[in-house]
């Protein structure tokens, strides 16, 4: 079945250090891509997706490019603040039927811990 | 919009109780999650509806659990009985269909079962 696949956490980074959280996918079809966040005591939130290959999500300085030749999604950012400490998880949605879309399948998640 | 509402935010119960966990979906959106969080699983879908009819429930965990969508405007999540295991963030998620769409999740339900 689909899997997602990102590297375990916890990831700790002084602030306006380059962040970096590998994710990569198995997948049936062709799924869309997604980057979910979640702060302490909330449920998650969007924060950049990417649907179709060589796509660039972007969103508050975070950014992942669809590579569908090393079935990858890696989160980046270039200068991380204190505020972007939260649990991060990559996520697929099936496409390969209209039942299908919007099921998603999530990574383990990855924490982030950033430092002043 | 008010975004998906869960209730309650906290239950504790004691084993062997029937639990019932709501969810209200944002206005429009036709497909709607439960997940359930935990530290040693991660998160994990138990079932999923699509224009109020169960599409797939293989993630419910057993017969203990059990989920209803009346409407498209509520859903409930039913644990009976609820064991310790069964403590974790049980999150309801809504989306539309359609190719790319993201699923809005609401702030989950802590359950804790003693």
């Known amino acids: 079945g689909d899997s997602v696949t990102q590297m375990e956490g916890p990831v700790t980074l002084s602030e306006e250090a380059f962040l970096t959280i590998n994710c990569t996918y198995t997948?049936?079809?062709?799924?869309?891509l997604f980057w979910y966040v979640q702060y302490p005591g909330e449920g998650l939130q969007l924060l950049l997706k990417?649907?179709?290959?060589?796509d660039k999500g972007s969103n508050k300085g975070f950014e992942a490019t669809y590579r569908k030749e090393t079935t990858s999604f890696h989160l980046e950012k270039g200068s991380v603040q204190v505020s972007d400490s939260a649990v991060y998880f990559c996520a697929l949605s099936d496409r390969r039927t209209t039942d299908s879309w919007g099921k998603f399948q999530f990574g383990a998640g990855t924490q982030v811990v950033v430092t002043p | 919009d008010a975004g998906v509402i869960q209730s309650p935010r906290h239950e504790v119960t004691e084993m062997g109780q029937e639990v019932t966990l709501r969810c209200k979906p944002i206005?429009?959106?036709?497909?709607l999650f439960w997940y359930r969080q935990t530290m040693m699983r991660g998160l994990e879908l138990l079932i999923y509806f699509n224009n109020n009819v169960p599409i797939d429930d293989s993630g419910m965990p057993e017969d203990r659990f059990s989920a209803k969508m009346p409407n498209a405007s509520f859903s409930t999540l039913k644990i009976q009985p609820s064991e310790p295991r069964d403590s974790a963030v049980y999150f309801c998620?809504?989306?539309?269909?359609?190719?790319?769409?993201?699923?809005?999740f609401g702030q989950g339900t802590r359950l804790t079962v003693v």
């Open positions: 990417a649907t179709k290959a060589d």
């Open positions: 206005s429009g959106h036709n497909s």
């Open positions: 998620a809504s989306s539309t269909q359609g190719l790319g769409t993201e699923a809005f």
């Open positions: 997948a049936t079809g062709y799924p869309s």
